[in-house]
């Protein structure tokens, strides 16, 4: 006979029912995640004016009869977008611009353009530095600081690139001649302003900026900011001096932000950046380089696959095109530019 029985076992066993089932809370909220997210039918479009320690002002109806600046911060389903001046952005929350106000910044626009710098050509992460900009304005001084030719070479590299409009403004033309150095741009088509400590010549330069977005890029200590603050009176941008021992110039603006230029009735935005002293294009794609040399491009069809274009290129097309003289002198200046500009990444 066995020592336990059925009715042993029956009156032993624990009865259990859903009150005693024991769920462990979800240490990161009652509310399961989710992918969807709300579609912020009621956010308003706005522009970004600049960027200060992850606080965003941001210009919603621009030119329209409700026009006003406000501060906005980053949704949190955009933290890994990056949001930059000159982007178009849809803002939810509190967009009435009082102060103490901060809107929400849920959605950025396609960009049409997109001007980007890397640390070094071996660096192939960009640093975005302004967001639909239509121009740019390299400003070199004629003297104190000397102008670099390799610097200019490497903005217009990159406003090619971004698909922007160059211009170049030559300032300090009291101290030094800027024939000579021009001379390496004989081959370019861009307009180029001759300022000096006698002559600022700001109705031409405003007249090109407005109805534009013009970024404005140089070396420190060449005059940037006094140009801006030139063109846009009350701006207070920061400006400094050249050091008398390296011939440096020294980091005044520390920020990129945009400003808005009045002209005849007319305006437009200069969108003023940080100094810099070197300019990466590990980023860069060569054919876009090419491409802003329309005429050349044409030629260059002729080429065979995977082409350089540099002089030492075999059966190089435009090469052979300029040598036949078919292009004339200002086809051989402006072939001597692509290469000199298609060489600072080579």
Not at 28 to 51: I, M, N, W, Y
Not at 155 to 169: E, F
Not at 312 to 325: F, Q, S, T
């Amino acid at each position: 006979m066995s020592w336990w029985s059925d009715d042993d076992e029956d009156d032993d066993e624990p009865e259990f029912d859903e009150a005693d089932v024991r769920v462990r809370p979800n240490r990161r909220g009652s509310r399961p995640r989710t992918k969807q997210r709300p579609e912020h039918a009621d956010a308003v479009v706005g522009r970004v004016l600049g960027v200060d320690r992850g606080r965003y002002a941001v210009l919603i109806d621009e030119d329209g009869p409700d026009e006003r600046e406000i501060t906005a911060a980053r949704a949190s389903e955009l933290r890994r977008k990056s949001v930059v001046t000159g982007d178009a952005v849809d803002v939810v929350g509190d967009t009435s611009g009082e102060p103490g106000t901060l809107g929400r910044i849920v959605r950025v626009g396609e960009r049409k353009t997109l001007l980007r710098r890397s640390a070094d050509d071996t660096d192939e992460v960009e640093r975005i530095i302004v967001a639909n900009a239509d121009q740019m304005l390299i400003v070199i001084a004629a003297a104190n600081p000397e102008p670099r030719i390799r610097l200019v070479d490497r903005y217009l590299v990159a406003a090619y690139d971004a698909g922007i409009a160059p211009l170049l403004c030559v300032t300090k033309t009291d101290l030094a001649d800027p024939g000579p150095f021009l001379e390496n741009f004989a081959g370019l088509d861009f307009p180029v302003f001759l300022s000096g400590r006698d002559h600022m010549p700001l109705d031409a330069i405003a007249d090109a900026l407005v109805g534009k977005r013009t970024v404005f890029v140089g070396h420190s200590g060449v005059g940037k900011s006094t140009l801006v603050n030139a063109l846009v009176p009350g701006a207070d941008r920061a400006t400094g001096v050249v050091n008398a021992v390296t011939g440096r110039g020294r980091h005044t603006s520390s920020s990129t932000v945009s400003l808005r230029i009045d002209y005849e009735g007319r305006h437009g935005w200069a969108i003023d950046t940080p100094g810099v002293r070197s300019f990466g294009l590990g980023h860069i794609d060569p054919a876009n380089i090419l491409g802003a040399f329309t005429d050349l491009a044409q030629v260059a069809e002729e080429c065979p696959r995977g082409c350089t274009h540099l002089p030492d290129a075999p059966d190089c097309a435009i090469n052979e095109a300029v040598e036949a003289g078919e292009l004339g002198e200002i086809g051989r200046a402006r072939l001597d530019s692509l290469q000199r500009l298609l060489q600072t990444f080579a």
